[in-house]
């Protein structure tokens, strides 16, 4: 799983069928252990999150699954929204 940060949006009025009503957030990455800006990507958004939120993100054929679609040309499905992160 990744951590990122919710960054923006994605509209798309032409997409592949099995993409259509999804929902394209772009994530940031989010590394504790590495300073500066990470790499940011697009994600499929099945949990709700918003702008500005810290999410949990699953790639490669997990993030098929969580979409319940292993046809779908998904490789970043958002999953989880995060409280807090305690890192020691």
Known sequence: MIIGEVIGN?????????????????????????????????????????????????TGSSARKALHNQESPVDATIVGIIDEVEVR
């Open 10 to 58: 994605v509209w798309a009025t032409r997409k592949e069928d099995t993409l259509n009503g999804l929902k394209l957030m772009v994530v940031r990455r989010v590394d504790a252990g590495v300073p500066g800006p990470q790499e940011s990507f697009v994600a499929v958004d099945c949990v709700g999150a918003g702008i500005g939120e810290r999410v949990l993100v699953v």
